[in-house]
């Protein structure tokens, strides 16, 4: 089918050992999915609630990996080889690895994709079975999640905030969570604020008094 093709490869990272599993055919297809998480506050006065970043979700990759053993023969039982020979390398990898109390990091390598993370789901369909019963063709749809440390995820997140301390007038009719949007672009940070400024009752602000607004990070 995909002879003349570079073959894709799942690298399984146990704790004590390294398995590259080649897959038999290369997928016809494969789909990556990215998001966001948000929290949607209401706030009194808006028409519609204001959205708070998160966090960010993993992505994923799926496939369907296709299996068949039908030309295969097994020269010690002369009967056609088990396709789970060849998937349960895979299926492996959701199982946990005792040095490392958890399955193995996987890494699937094709052609310019090179996706690290974990196997989080499996199916297996079974389509065609030799004269002793046993499964000769399989299908795998499995899907990858992509791990990183908080280490390494840190040093690829720009922060930025307001990078001095800054002082401003409240005004008649200024709110506490409208100045944080302002100066945070976030309504829900206005705590920071209300605690630099000892605020014991945020809705009630006099206008003319100077507040500080705190920087934010280092």
Same mark, same amino acid.
């Given at each position: 089918? +995909? ?26 297809? %494969? ?6 998480? %948000? ?11 204001? @959205? ?7 992505? &994923? ?11 295969? #023969?097994?020269?010690? &039982? ?6 789970? +020979? ?29 996706? &690290?993370?974990? #196997? ?59 100045? @944080? ?14 605690? @630099?400024?000892? #605020? ?11 507040? &500080? ?6």
């Amino acid at each position: 089918m +995909d002879s003349g093709l570079e073959k894709a490869i799942i690298v399984i990272k146990f704790a004590k050992k390294e398995d590259r599993v080649k897959v038999k055919f290369n997928p016809t297809e %494969y789909s990556m999915e990215s998001g966001n998480q %948000y929290s949607w506050q209401s706030i009194p006065g808006l028409s519609q609630p204001l @959205a708070q970043f998160v966090a960010g979700e993993a992505t &994923t990759l799926s496939m369907e990996l296709f299996f068949d053993t039908s030309e295969e #023969i097994d020269e010690a &039982t002369k009967q056609k080889v088990d396709v789970r +020979d060849y998937t349960k390398k895979v299926v492996a990898a959701l199982d946990i690895d005792k040095d490392l109390h958890a399955p193995p990091t996987c890494t699937f390598m094709w052609g310019s994709l090179n996706f &690290t993370g974990v #196997i989080e789901k499996i199916s297996q369909r079974f389509t065609m079975f030799g004269s002793d019963g046993k499964p000769i063709r399989a299908t795998l749809n499995v899907t990858f999640k992509a791990i990183q440390s908080m280490k390494d995820q840190l040093k690829h997140i720009p922060r930025q905030s307001a990078d001095r301390t800054k002082q401003r007038i409240v005004k008649q009719g200024d709110k506490l969570w409208q100045i @944080a949007a302002e100066e945070y672009e976030d309504p829900a940070l206005w705590r920071a604020i209300a605690r @630099a400024n000892d #605020i014991a009752d945020p809705g009630n602000l006099e206008p003319g008094r100077l507040l &500080t607004i705190p920087r934010l990070y280092g």
